[in-house]
């Protein structure tokens, strides 16, 4: 898992800090370029109920590792797609918390 998390920019550390524990997945942001590269090097297969998470992007991966270390909302907005309650609820409230903070 930790070779994985080297070639991806990993949301754990917000996770942890929108007040969840660490679970034993994975849930990163990955170049649209080196994805294909990144799932044949590490043996990913398709699986819906798997413990990697790829978000597939083409944006410069060092904004998106800025915007990740810098900025909880993005774990937030993926917390809030999640299947799982607890860590949709997590990511819902986060985003109401950063909405009512601009709002004044």
Known sequence: MSRVR???????????RLGLAD???VDAYVAADVVDEVVRGH????????SFTLRVTTMDMEVVANLVRTA?????LDLAESLD????GAGVRA????LEALRG
């Open 6 to 16: 080297a070639a991806t920019v990993s949301t754990h550390l917000a996770v942890r």
């Open 23 to 25: 679970v034993n997945v």
């Open 43 to 50: 043996g990913l297969v398709a699986d819906g109920a798997g």
């Open 72 to 76: 909880d909302a993005v774990a937030a």
């Open 85 to 88: 309650v607890r860590e949709r």
């Open 95 to 98: 985003l109401e918390e950063f």
